[in-house]
């Protein structure tokens, strides 16, 4: 079994930075994948940006040149730095990580098996 924590989320001004991380343990595997979505209340999880071990990565359109994120992997660890926050930003973050995925379903969340517990983001205007 794997299991992912993530750190931190927390409250930021719109425009400030927050970095987030995820640390997966247990039963890892490699090559990978690993990504972030997210859900606002009473919205549906959306897919949010995504890394494969090769380097490869993903990113929705609404978060491109604020986001970024990358993988550590001897520490099976992926951050997602996220720059210029707005207040639609304000979600639940969470983790998600398994095995090989494509690059053409990197924003799928059904093709991940593995999800964190969620940390909060919250940007205020």
């Known amino acids: 079994q794997v299991q992912l924590v993530e750190s931190g989320g927390g409250l930021v001004q719109a425009g400030g930075s927050l970095r987030l991380s995820c640390a997966a343990s247990?039963?890892?595997?490699?090559?990978?994948?690993m990504g972030w979505f997210r859900q606002a209340p009473g919205k549906e999880r959306e897919f949010v940006v995504a890394i494969r071990s090769d380097g490869t990565t993903a990113y929705a359109d609404s978060v491109k040149g604020r986001f970024t994120i990358a993988g550590d992997i001897a520490k099976n660890t992926v951050y997602l730095q996220m720059n210029s926050l707005k207040p639609e930003d304000t979600a639940v973050y969470y983790c998600a990580a398994d095995r090989w995925v494509s690059k053409a379903t990197l924003n799928s969340r059904e093709e991940y098996n593995y999800w964190g517990q969620g940390t909060q983001v919250t940007v205020s205007s």
């Open positions: 247990g039963r890892t595997f490699g090559p990978y994948a």
